[in-house]
C-alpha cells in the first residue's frame, strides 16, 4: 500500500502498517526539554514513579529562554534541574551551547525516520532533517521520560510543492510566510505539512530548517521535508548513520495538495498581529520601526545573518532604531564571527 512518509515512519517504529487517523503507542528516539516546560515534566515524572529515565542517551535538556536567570525563581530552576539531570546521567548542554532547536539538530539528536518529541512548540523543526519531530506539553513530557513512548494519533499530510526560482533577496522565510497566509493560523491544525518539490530540494538545511519550524504556526503537529543528499551530508560526523530511502509515494493519500511558485515571490512581511497576515513587503514600505531583531530558532542561522548583511551593505544602522542580534547558537555565532559579519554589524 501506498503511504505518506510520516505514515511511513510510525509503521516502521510501530512494525506495523499504520495510517492518518489511527491511534497508535509509538516509541521515541529521542526527548528535549528545556529551562521553561522542564520543571513540571520532572514533577510529573516523580508522579508516575519515575526513578529512572527510559534512556539517559535518548533525553537531553538545555536552558535558553532566562539566560542568564533574572531572578531567584529562575535560577532556582536551573539548580533543580542541574541535579535532575545528575541524577539521571542525562546530557544537560546548560546555558552555554544556544536555541534548544538548534541545538538539537547541531548535536545530532534527531535524524531521519525518527521520532522526537520536545516540550516546546517548535520542535517540529526537526523535520528538516526527515524526522517526524512534534512538541508536546509538560505532562505527556513526564509521561515520556519514564516510558520511552506515547500515545499519538498518525496526522494527515498536507503537501505543499514548491516550484521555481527564488528572486534576489527572497527565501525560505518568505516562502514560508506567503505559505502562512494561504493556509491560515489554523488551517493545518494537527496534521503534518511536507514541504516538496524542486524548490525545497535546492534549499540548504538553514531553509529546510526555517520552513519545518513554522508549520506550528498553521496549527501543524510536524513540518518534514524528506531526507536527500543534503541531508545526509548535514548528517555526517553528527550521526553514523547509513542513508536510506525514506519518501512519500505519489499516490499516496493526502488530506490537501498545494502547489507554490516562488518565481514572482517578493519579500514578506508578517503584519500585526498574525503570522498569516503576510504581504509583501513594498505594500507597507515606509512604515516607521523602532526595534530589528535577527535571530530565533527560526532565523538565527549563519545563512540568515549573512543576508542580513548582505542587505545592510556599505550601509550603517539608523541611529533611531534598536538592532539585536542573536545568533542561533555558539557554532552558528562562531561561523559569523569568522566570516566578520560581527565586526560588520557592531561598526
Partial sequence: MTATIVEKIFSRKCGSDVRAGEVVMAPLDGAMIHDITGPLAIQKFYEKSGRKVFDPKRVIMLFDHQIPADSIEAA???????????EQDIHNY?????????VTIEKGRAAPGEIVVGADSHTCMYGAVGAFATGIGSTDMGFALKFGALYFKVPETIRADVSGKFPKRVGAKDLILSIAADIGADGATYKAIEFTGKTVRKLDMAGRMTLCNMAIEMGGKAGIVAPDKTTWDYMKGRRKMKPFELDSDEDASFAEQRAYNVSDLEPQVAVPHNVDTGVPVSRVAGTHIDQVFIGSCTNGRFEDLREAAD?????????????IIIPASRDEYLKTLKAGLVEKFVK
Fill in 94 to 102: 546548560d546555558i552555554k551551547e544556544g536555541v534548544c532547536h538548534q
Fill in 76 to 86: 532556582s530552576i536551573q539548580v533543580y534541574m542541574r541535579k535532575f539531570a545528575a
Fill in 311 to 323: 542587505v545592510l551593505g556599505k550601509q550603517k544602522f539608523s541611529q533611531k532604531i534598536r538592532v
